[in-house]
Every structure is written in C-alpha cells, then in structure tokens.
C-alpha cells in the first residue's frame, strides 16, 4: 500500500511514495548496519561536530521544516518551529555531553583495575509517531548517534515527507551515507525489521496495542526495547493554588497541538471549594482560543492529522456525555472541511465514562471534581497510564510530598509536564518502560561492559 501525505486542512493528497519490497528494505537495512560498523569507531569529536552541523542546518530552515510540519500534520506553525528549535537544542545538548556520559567508569573491585566501558549496539529502530515528527525522531537519534549506533527510522504512515526530509537532513550533514536512514513500509512489516540480523534494539513511542506489539517481537528476539506510550495524565488543583496561572498552564498543556500529546493536561482533578471559579477561568481562556489554518501566524489550534482521529475523539465525547458529563464548550467537529474539532470542555467525568478511562487523544479536557485533597491523588493514579503529572499548589513542600504519591514517570509542581534533554523522560504501568533523554536515555542502547584486568 502506497504512504500518502494528506494535508489535514482540506484531505488534498499531497504525495504519495509506493512501500518497498522485501528485497529493497533489506538491503536499506544491511547498508544501515555496514556503515555502523564503520562508524561506531568514529571519536566523540567527529560525531559532535556532525551533530552540530544539523543543528544548525535546522536553525538556518526552521521556517521550512515548520511549513512542512504544518501541512502535512496539521500543527499550528507557531508551535511547529519551537519544534523545530527543541531539536536544534537537543542535537547541542548531546554533542556536548555524550562524551562524559558515555566515558569508562571505574569501579573498585579485587582486580588490579576495572572498569565499565559503554560500547555501541548496533542499528536501533526508531518506530516514531507523526504528532511530533520531528522532536520525537531526534530524542531517539541525536544519543543513539553520538552512542555510535546507527538509526533506522520507521515514522508513521502519514509524514513520509518528513521522514524523507530527515533522512536528507543527516546525509547532508555529512553522516555517512545510510547510517540515518528511513525505511518507507507500513506499519505491519514491523515484525520482519525487528527479526532482522541487521537490527539490535527498538524504541518506540506510540500507542499502547503499537507499544505491546512490539514488545512481543522484541522479547521473542531478544532485542532490548523503550516502550513510550500513551498517557492521560493527571493535572491537579489543589485549594491553595494559583488558579489564573494553574488555568493557563491548563490551556497550554491540554490544547497545544490540537491536543495531541502524550503528555497532555487530559484529566483537570479539582478540589472542592476552587472547583467552579477554576472553571469558570479555563473556559474563558479556552473561548479565547483561535482554530483554523496551521500557516496562519495567529492559528493557536489546528486541525487533527486524519479524519479518523477526529471522527474517533468525538464518539468517545459523545458517549461520554450520554453518560451523564456536561458538555461546557465546544465537544463537536467544527463545519468546513478538514479535520478541525472545537476546543472542548467536558465537566462532571466520572468512571466508567471514555472521557475518565480512555485516552482523548485531541482538544477535549476531561474536568472531574474530587471530594478533597486525598481524593484527588486516588483519582490522579485511578488510571491505567503512568507517563506524566503535574500538581498546583502554593505549599510546595506538601506539594512535593503528595507528588511522591503519584504514579507517574514524572511529576511537575506547578507547571505543565514537558520533556527536556536534561531530564529523564518515560512512563510506568501502560505508558511504557525504559527512558529517553538525560544520560539515562543514552545509556539505554548501549552495552554496558564490564573490564577486568589482573
């Protein structure tokens, strides 16, 4: 089956690339793995200065990588060149630091001297997903490839402009030729690309039913995976907190890229007593919101990258609601054509409700009402996710202690969940295992070996 670019705003085609054969993925992976051999012998200043000659090709075109972000997912354009620049950022970061976090370690033992040397893996597949096309890609190549490994990329079925895009962003960059490289077959032939010899390691991040999918054929080969998943994280508001700032935090967090994030504010767990003058702040904010067309300057919410996702949100509001939450704003598709949702407020979720157990992967936000402090930290982890928090309060030692009651793989106080090259980033439970980011992320995909000498 063909991989079709579909601009989400009028579901024009813009380009459609025909999937390779069995024998073209092949050898796409065999040249992968070959120039791995060379180049996990090239030094940390060599990968450092190809690194930082991407960064600053991104720099140079961001407004481009941005127009193209935008047409072909639909994410407003402001939004996709800080994309953009969290790459640029990320490809410095570890030019600079991949050398101490990767240096010998040693380690006192009843040998005369020992060490732990971090050594390469291999090629890595990164299965990466189109709602950060850009960012999600360089937080798994930029440590992989300063690692020494090589990086084969199977992007989602949907950005294939993208994913070519970044493959002659490397080459041109001076990365050896298939060392980046893009692998243009759907999504079904994953368990083939992760059997092959020429492949060590996944990283995924995706849907949870993606996500155990290809743990399974990992752990049937014996390849080491990161899992990121979904989330429906949590966004509490304590009594005692700053509810003007904790409601834009809200909009931002809940409504950023037409709401699709991981890491998005999903479920808003008020406290009794700030409940209604919360929502009654959000829903200003969020009627203040602009959708339209992702190339206007002045665009805050864009359209969802498919149909389908549209089609698929509004039935879990719909059923939502017919289970008794009460729709404040928006909760259904915007006329015209593409694929445009309102921003949406749905206040009153409670169990059994999509809106409480389900992803809403778009610009719903889900408001429930906890019984007290207590209550809302039961609801915040009443969740079969785990990736992210983030907790409002202006006592923010209790805040931290109540942060250490959530389970998530990060919690934020007092401002909205994000990731950042510094910080490990990664979820428990449903959302996935493993990190990224961080030197926890760069030491995920290498071999961990331990020297012995006499």
């Known amino acids: 089956m063909p991989l079709a670019s579909v601009n989400p705003t009028n579901g024009q085609l813009l380009a459609s690339y025909p999937e390779w054969d069995d024998g073209q993925l092949i050898d796409a992976l065999e040249r992968t793995y070959g120039a791995w051999r060379t180049w996990r012998h090239t030094g940390f200043d060599h990968r450092a200065k190809l690194l930082h000659a991407v960064a600053q090709r991104l720099r140079e075109n961001t407004d481009d990588y941005a127009a193209l972000i935008a047409t072909e997912m639909g994410k407003p354009v402001r939004e996709a060149r800080a994309e953009v620049e969290k790459c640029a950022i990320g ?220 089609d698929a949100l509004h039935r879990q509001v719909t059923e939502s609601i017919a289970h008794g939450a009460m729709p404040v704003l928006g909760c259904r598709p915007l006329p015209g054509e593409g694929a445009y949702y309102a921003p949406s407020l749905l206040d009153r979720v409670r169990p059994g409700m999509p809106a409480y157990q389900e992803e809403l992967f778009g610009p719903v936000a889900a408001i429930i009402r906890a019984e007290d402090e207590e209550d809302a930290i039961r609801i915040a982890n009443d969740t079969r996710f785990g990736l992210g928090a983030s907790l409002w309060s202006q006592d923010v030692g209790r805040a931290e202690t109540l942060a250490m009651g959530i389970e998530a793989g990060c919690t934020f106080i007092n401002g909205m969940v994000k990731s950042d090259p510094r910080l490990p980033f990664g979820g428990i439970k449903a959302s996935g295992f493993g990190r990224e980011l961080s030197y926890h992320g760069i030491r995920e995909f290498v071999n961990a070996k331990t020297v012995w000498v006499r």
């Open 91 to 310: 490809c410095d970061y570890y030019s600079v630091w991949a050398r101490h976090f990767l240096q010998d370690e040693p380690v006192e033992s009843d040998a005369g001297r020992s060490y732990v040397a971090y050594l390469p893996l291999g090629t890595l597949l990164a299965v990466m997903p189109w709602n950060f096309p850009f960012w999600q890609v360089f937080r798994a190549a930029a440590p992989a490839l300063m690692a020494g490994n090589a990086v084969a990329l199977k992007h989602a079925s949907n950005v294939p402009r993208i994913a070519l895009a970044l493959e002659r962003l490397f080459r041109d960059c001076g990365f050896p030729e298939g060392l980046f490289t893009t692998l243009m077959i759907g999504a079904d032939r994953m368990n083939g690309v992760i059997a092959s010899p020429f492949v060590q390691a996944v990283t995924l991040t995706g849907s949870e039913d993606a996500g155990r999918k290809v743990a399974e054929a990992a752990g049937r080969h014996l390849k080491k995976c990161v899992l990121e998943l979904g989330g429906s994280d949590p966004f509490v508001v304590l009594a005692d907190a700053d509810l003007d700032a904790a409601a834009g935090a809200a909009v931002a967090s809940r409504f950023q890229n037409a709401g699709q994030s991981c890491i998005a504010a999903k479920r808003i767990i008020l406290a009794p007593g700030i409940a209604d003058a919360f929502l009654s702040l959000l829903t200003a904010k969020v009627e203040a919101l602009k959708a339209g067309d992702p190339l206007n300057e002045e665009t805050q919410v864009g359209p969802l990258a498919r149909l389908d996702l549209r």
